[in-house]
């Protein structure tokens, strides 16, 4: 039957995703008075705001017009407000006044940030790196994190492995999730390190326990490949669970299929077809492969020959095929594959303008 085609992705999904969780808080020291910045001014001055670097976020007394707010304790989270608004001039104003009348280690770890996006200030890799280092040699493991991804990328001249993995490992066990698992990336991939997938699975459980979707994801396919941890179907469930309601869109595949296989987990079949249509209408095209399964047999969901023709075609467009699927479709009427062809269109459309603009 189609629906038995509902088979689970394998850790290659896993190791092609050694990339960088990039966006990481940093800091650097320069001049302990930096240059006044320069206001931003239209999309520059409002790029994506990535995670700050303080968890803490106090919402604090506002002063009265025109005055200024006088230093105090919470002046660390004033930037850090500052900075989630995306007034980055305000945050790197407060943020190197910490620095300079309290030698702040987090506030040196913004101004690397700052300095690293280009966020009220003029991008600068040198200076970013600075305040990262002050602040890494003070023990702030976010600054670690950020100074060993500048080595890892070559942001500071020619990529030096060696460096950048020294200062992950010491943010990975000061605590630092990224840290954690971008080693344990590493150490599956198997080039910067000799591969160990005990190493990684012990680094992935740091992320994990941590609240790291990826982490929870990556360690789930270990468990179900049982790569360096025992093979624990229930385990691998629990974790995906978990990343799925992160919304990590891979977590949300495999465990959807868990759910319509019960592997390692109680079969179900209405939340496996939600969970794949909250997938599939993301983007992923195996889940819109798994959908177009699902509907065609009416499992979890009414059976739907329009909609499973069109998902079809859309997986099919994103490079995932399925000839079942195509003798299915090859099987309805006319006005049924019409119906299909127009709704996919747009769809169809943006995966071939996605691909033209990757060529």
Same mark, same amino acid.
């Given at each position: ?44 001055? +409002? ?69 690293? +996006? ?193 998902? +079809? ?44 603009? +990757?060529?």
């Amino acid at each position: 039957m189609i629906a038995r085609r509902l088979l689970a992705t394998s850790l290659l999904a896993v190791v092609s995703a050694v990339t960088w969780l990039a966006q990481a808080a940093a800091q650097t020291p320069v001049p302990l008075t930096p240059p006044a910045p320069q206001e931003a001014t239209g999309k520059a001055a +409002h790029k994506a705001t990535p995670k700050p670097v303080a968890t803490k976020r106090a919402t604090p007394p506002q002063p009265a017009p025109n005055q200024a707010a006088a230093p105090t304790e919470g002046d660390a989270d004033l930037a850090f407000g500052a900075f989630q608004r995306g007034s980055y001039l305000t945050a790197f104003s407060i943020a190197t006044r910490r620095v300079e009348e309290k030698n702040d280690v987090k506030a040196m770890t913004l101004l690397g940030e700052l300095y690293a +996006h280009g966020f009220g200030v003029p991008r600068n890799d040198q200076k970013a790196a600075e305040w990262y280092r002050l602040a890494a040699d003070r023990g702030d493991r976010e600054a670690m994190f950020a100074l060993g991804m500048f080595y890892m990328g070559g942001r500071l001249g020619t990529p030096n492995a060696e460096q950048g993995t020294k200062l992950l490992a010491t943010a990975a066990k000061l605590g630092q999730a990224a840290a954690s698992y971008d080693l344990a990336l590493l150490y599956l991939e198997g080039k910067v390190f000799p591969q160990d997938f005990t190493r990684a699975a012990e680094l992935l459980r740091s992320a994990a326990d941590a609240g790291t979707p990826e982490a929870q994801y990556a360690l789930a396919t270990l468990y179900k490949e049982g790569r360096g941890v025992p093979a624990d179907l229930a385990e691998a469930a629990r974790l995906l669970a978990a990343a799925s309601l992160a919304d990590n869109v891979d977590a949300q595949v495999e465990y959807a299929i868990a759910l319509f296989n019960g592997s390692g987990v109680a079969r179900n079949e209405p939340l496996a077809a939600t969970l794949m249509q909250k997938a599939a209408r993301k983007g992923n095209p195996v889940a819109q492969n798994r959908l177009a399964n699902i509907l065609a047999v009416g499992r979890g969901l009414k059976a739907d020959p329009v909609e499973a023709v069109k998902w +079809h075609m859309i997986a099919k467009a994103g490079g995932v095929g399925d000839i079942p699927l195509d003798t299915f479709t090859q099987q309805q009427t006319a006005d049924v594959r019409g119906a299909a062809e127009k709704a996919a269109k747009p769809w169809i459309d943006a995966i071939k303008e996605a691909r033209d603009q +990757h060529s």
